[in-house]
């Protein structure tokens, strides 16, 4: 006759099973609550980043909005788009720039800028602006404390370092 052999295990055996499971879920435990508070720190940033950016966008709007009171006076004096212009030239002297046809402005807070620029239609348009420009720049230093470098956010504007920035276009 033929024996069986029968591997039997002792009675620790199932103790140090429990063990093993026990200390694997433990583990993955304290890895899923360190996944669990990354992902809330990411989100608070992200929703600080977006407050902020979305503050100076309001501002920018603000600014905007300025400008289109100014520019409503002085569609009211003018009698052509040139003399408008002009008007316009000698009212934005101060943060707006004119230059052509451009009005041109930054809105900041020390690490984000949006670069605005709106172009002044001609009289009698319907519309006294348009965007043509609505660009956000960010400082890296923020979040390394490095050496200030700045990344900006899109549109193939000669910046004077462009080197180190980026450019995103925000859409209205």
Request: aromatic share 8%; charged share 25%; proline share 1%.
């Amino acid at each position: 006759m033929k024996q069986k052999s029968s591997i039997s295990f002792g009675p620790g055996a199932a103790s140090l099973l429990l063990i093993f499971v026990v200390l694997a879920m433990s583990v993955l435990g304290m890895l899923s609550l360190m996944n669990s508070r990354n992902d809330v720190r990411l989100s608070e940033r992200s929703v600080s980043v977006m407050e902020a950016v979305y503050f100076l966008n309001a501002k920018a709007e603000e600014s905007r909005a300025r400008a289109d009171a100014v520019l409503c006076e002085l569609a009211q004096k003018a009698d052509s788009t040139e003399t408008y212009l002009s008007f316009a030239k000698e009212a934005f002297t101060g943060e707006m720039k004119l230059k052509g046809n451009v009005l041109s402005w930054n809105e900041t807070d020390g690490f984000r800028t949006i670069h605005c620029a709106l172009e002044l239609l001609p009289l009698n348009a319907g519309e006294r602006t348009r965007w043509v420009q609505h660009t956000l720049i960010v400082k890296t230093a923020e979040s390394s404390g490095e050496n200030e470098s700045d990344t900006f956010y899109g549109d193939g504007v000669d910046w004077e370092s462009a080197e180190t920035e980026e450019a995103w276009i925000i859409d209205d």
